[in-house]
């Protein structure tokens, strides 16, 4: 016979929406299901659990999972004490429906065995699919970007440079001299792939224990055109030499040594 389930949440002992309310939500549909003639199951409690983490992947979640069989309805008092997002709400969706499970939210008022709760349901689970995809899109076209721009981040230090321990960037005059051989090499016809692997061949490493890839070479020969721009003004100028190249933007006056303290000789 079929059996009908409760599900709660609270992220910590004294949440305001209790163990004890949200069991009091749920005692309508549990005596309506027994007046019909189902069997009783049990409500499963995750306590101090976040919503952080997927339902069936909690204590009390994973023993819900092992409970249901086809035909067995789950009730969650609030639809948030279950799913953190739409997104995981689609993937319970789905395997329910895969179980041949229905569930309902109290505070929604929808039923999932009924006609206007699934049509809602499904719109619910269209709606977490279009976000995943959004979602998808985004992060590639993030990635391509950064393969495009081909940049160090501020984090590490641009050709030329490197971080002290106190936190601060000094003039790399070492990593200079090497870049000045770089361009040498590459004003003889050698591509960047090959003086990047001659580099990596003799065990060559930046002041930061990080190689020289074709790319890097690439940025310090334009680093070096540049007088070595500093961590502030590095991407910027990378960016406008890039939109001289595609689009034949005038180029802007340069600063003798952009990002770079004429007192001190530090990048700012």
Not at 16 to 44: C, K, T
Not at 62 to 78: C, N, P, Q, T
Not at 131 to 138: A, D, G, L, V, W
Not at 224 to 238: H, I, K, L
């Amino acid at each position: 016979m079929a059996k009908i389930h409760g599900y709660i949440r609270a992220s910590t002992a004294e949440q305001q929406y209790s163990y004890d309310a949200q069991i009091e939500a749920m005692r309508p549909q549990f005596r309506q299901w027994h007046e019909n003639g189902g069997e009783l199951g049990r409500v499963f409690k995750d306590c101090a659990v976040s919503g952080g983490t997927e339902i069936f992947e909690r204590p009390a979640g994973k023993s819900l999972l092992k409970e249901l069989r086809k035909g067995d309805r789950i009730v969650f008092a609030k639809l948030d004490r279950g799913f953190r997002n739409i997104l995981d709400f689609s993937k319970f969706v789905q395997l329910m429906e895969t179980m041949g499970v229905s569930y309902v939210a109290c505070d929604l008022g929808i039923d999932s065995s009924s006609v206007m709760g699934s049509c809602i349901y499904s719109i619910m689970a269209a709606f977490a699919e279009m976000e995943r995809k959004f979602i998808s899109q985004r992060t590639k076209e993030g990635l391509a970007i950064k393969m495009r721009r081909r940049i160090p981040s501020e984090h590490h230090a641009p050709p030329g440079w490197r971080k002290l321990p106190n936190g601060s960037w000094d003039a790399d005059y070492t990593e200079r001299k090497l870049i000045d051989w770089m361009q040498r090499q590459h004003s003889r016809g050698r591509s960047f792939t090959a003086i990047s692997k001659q580099l990596k061949e003799w065990g060559i490493r930046r002041a930061c224990d990080t190689s020289y890839g074709r790319e890097f070479v690439q940025i310090a020969l334009f680093a070096r055109a540049n007088n070595y721009p500093g961590v502030s003004r590095w991407r910027e100028d990378w960016l406008r030499k890039k939109a001289e190249a595609l689009y034949g933007v005038s180029q802007e006056s340069r600063h003798t040594s952009p990002g770079i303290s004429q007192s001190s000789g530090q990048a700012s």
